[in-house]
Nanobody, 122 residues
Framework: QAQLVESGGHLVQPGGSLRLSCAAS????????IGWFRQVPGKEREGVCS????????FYADSVKGRFTISRDNAKNTVYLQMNNLKPEDTGVYYC???????????????WGQGTQVTVSS
C-alpha cells in the first residue's frame, strides 16, 4: 500500500531553518510530481512548491520563493523541503503529496501524507 510520511517539523525561531522530509513506501517517488502544501487552522490548505518528475524543475509560491528549496533523493525514495529564513506566517501543518502531472491543483494529487507541524515563533 502506497504511503507518504513527513517528518522534520519543529518549533523554530523567526529567521531559523528546518528541513522537512517526505519518505515513500509502496511507490517510487521519481515517477511522480511531488508537492508540498501547508494548512493553518481556519484557513484553506495552500500550495507551497512542487518538483517535476521528468526534469527536476520546481515551482514555488511567491510567498516562499528564494527561501524554500525542494529536492529529491531518488536513491532514498525521499523528497526534501529546505526552509530558510522562516517567518511566523510559515507556521502550519505541512503535507507532501504525489501527482502524475505537474500542477499545484490539489485534486490532482493522489497520495497524501499525514502532515508535520511547523511552528515559527519567538
Amino acid at each position: 500500500q502506497a504511503q507518504l510520511v513527513e517528518s522534520g517539523g519543529h518549533l523554530v525561531q523567526p529567521g531559523g531553518s528546518l528541513r522537512l522530509s517526505c519518505a515513500a513506501s509502496g511507490l517510487i517517488l521519481e515517477h511522480y510530481v511531488i508537492g508540498w502544501f501547508r494548512q493553518v487552522p481556519g484557513k484553506e490548505r495552500e500550495g507551497v512548491c512542487s518538483i517535476n518528475h521528468s526534469d527536476g524543475r520546481a515551482f514555488y509560491a511567491d510567498s516562499v520563493k528564494g527561501r524554500f528549496t525542494i529536492s529529491r533523493d531518488n536513491a532514498k525514495n525521499t523528497v526534501y523541503l529546505q526552509m530558510n529564513n522562516l517567518k511566523p506566517e510559515d507556521t502550519g501543518v505541512y503535507y507532501c503529496a504525489a501527482a502524475r502531472i505537474w500542477t499545484m491543483a490539489q485534486d490532482e494529487y493522489i497520495y497524501w501524507g499525514q502532515g508535520t507541524q511547523v511552528t515559527v515563533s519567538s
